[in-house]
């Protein structure tokens, strides 16, 4: 019988190692598909790791107030942040919203002169467009719509109120729009 | 040269965001549909949004390396001699059994039983039981994370290092288990996965070289103590 994410809690709270390792096996995708979109495929696999290291550390303090994914989600999104900041140091405050005008400059670094492209790559021009938004949009627009979450959970893993987040939605979406609007509309 | 957007653009911008995000009331919901009959701009804006949507939930999953797990596992915290203790007394453990197993305790009891049964009745010096070879063999269980593998077996100074002798079984998502009787003394093995992968036991307490550029997993099984 497959045991659901409490019992294996409290049993690697009690320090069950094997029950955390089958937490780490039911939502490493997950956590991996969140440090994937952040930050790209280079460091994506090593703060997938850190983020469980540091869920295992810290199992002590869970309460059970909210769902283990959405506890972990959190972790999972702060490693993200701590990785970006090293990453551009003093470059960007990744909690202040940006103008507009930055965004769209930013966007059109990455454009590339191949945009007509066929079907298939239509993802990874997606990728690329979420890759160079804004990081508050980013997480709010992977937490939304790769990983499926509603906006109380978002609201929770973020510590951010639902109006913001659906703004910072809105804009990620009319920022990606923009950004794949140059693709022909054959391939849409 | 750029339209200045009006307060309606903004407002067609909040209704669409919000039917995207399946918002709306029924009624707003109606008047919406209507105006999207008659409104080409506002048609292309939200058909965009949609396919936007789309795309994103249809962006392929990472694939998780096999080895993910196990690296994990390899950089927590050893647990405390505390934990460790707490977890042995406090584990609870399944108790698997069948009518023969059943039998053979009963047995077992009632012998037992006569045996014992003189002993409370007459008073005596009792000999210090002697502990046998057999006594002496103590279960050992490993156990590995290796999600995605068709098959893991193990292969030590215990079976030759013949992998063939010793396959773990499944026992949840990933993780693999196997409990082999030992008698005292240190044994150095590793896991094999998918018939060809060999990789040491990152559970292990102890790890040394095997002489040849790779590391072997080492379990030290002591005697248990008799009383």
Same mark, same amino acid.
């Given at each position: ?14 320090? /069950?190692?094997? *029950?955390?390792?089958?937490? #780490? =096996?039911? !939502? ?5 598909? &969140?440090?994937?979109?952040? @930050? ?58 940006? /103008?507009?005008? *930055?965004?769209?400059?930013? #966007? =059109?670094? !990455? ?5 007509? &492209?066929?079907?298939?790559? @239509? ?66 | ?227």
């Amino acid at each position: 019988m497959e045991l659901d994410d409490v019992a294996l809690v409290r049993a690697s709270q009690r320090g /069950d190692r094997d *029950a955390f390792g089958a937490l #780490i =096996a039911r !939502h490493s995708r997950s956590i991996l598909s &969140l440090t994937t979109r952040m @930050l790209g495929p280079a460091e994506a696999e090593d703060v997938a790791q850190e983020t469980f290291v540091a869920a295992y550390k810290a199992l002590a303090a869970f309460k059970f107030d909210s769902k283990f994914s959405t506890w972990l989600y959190r972790i999972g999104v702060n490693k993200c942040t701590d990785a970006l900041r090293t990453r551009r140091p003093g470059k960007t405050s990744l909690d202040a919203e940006p /103008d507009d005008g *930055a965004v769209a400059g930013e #966007i =059109a670094d !990455h454009e590339t002169p191949h945009w007509k &492209l066929e079907q298939a790559e @239509l993802a990874w021009e997606l990728e690329k467009g979420i890759q160079a938004l804004p990081a508050v949009y980013r997480e709010s627009f992977v937490l939304k719509h790769v990983e499926g979450l509603d906006y109380d959970e978002m609201s929770e893993i973020l510590g951010v109120n639902r109006d913001t987040l659906k703004m910072r939605v809105y804009k990620a979406r009319t920022l990606l729009c923009q950004s794949l609007a140059h693709l022909d509309g054959a391939h849409r | 040269m750029t339209t200045p957007r009006t307060f309606d653009d903004d407002a067609s911008d909040v209704l669409v965001q919000r039917f995207v995000d399946q918002e709306l009331t029924a009624h707003e919901r109606v008047q919406f549909v209507a105006r999207l009959g008659r409104d080409e701009g506002l048609r292309r804006r939200t058909i965009e949004l949609e396919e936007l949507v789309i795309e994103a939930e249809r962006l392929p999953r990472p694939i998780v390396p096999d080895a993910f797990a196990a690296s994990v596992m390899a950089r927590l915290p050893r647990p405390t001699a505390w934990h460790r203790m707490r977890n042995a007394v406090w584990t609870p453990r399944t108790l698997q059994w069948n009518v023969a197993g059943a039998m053979a305790a009963v047995c077992a009891v009632l012998i037992a039983a006569i045996l014992v049964r003189p002993l409370m009745t007459i008073p005596r010096r009792v000999p210090a039981p002697v502990v046998s070879a057999e006594s002496s063999i103590t279960p050992v269980r490993l156990v590995i994370m290796q999600p995605g593998a068709r098959t893991v077996q193990v292969a030590g100074d215990f079976n030759g290092w013949n992998p063939a002798q010793t396959s773990l079984e499944q026992i949840s998502d990933g993780a693999w288990a196997v409990t082999i009787s030992l008698k005292p003394g240190r044994y150095a093995y590793m896991f094999v996965v998918d018939g060809r992968r060999w990789i040491a036991d990152p559970f292990a307490a102890e790890q040394h070289d095997d002489g040849f550029g790779a590391r072997n997993a080492v379990v030290d099984v002591r005697p248990e103590k008799s009383l």
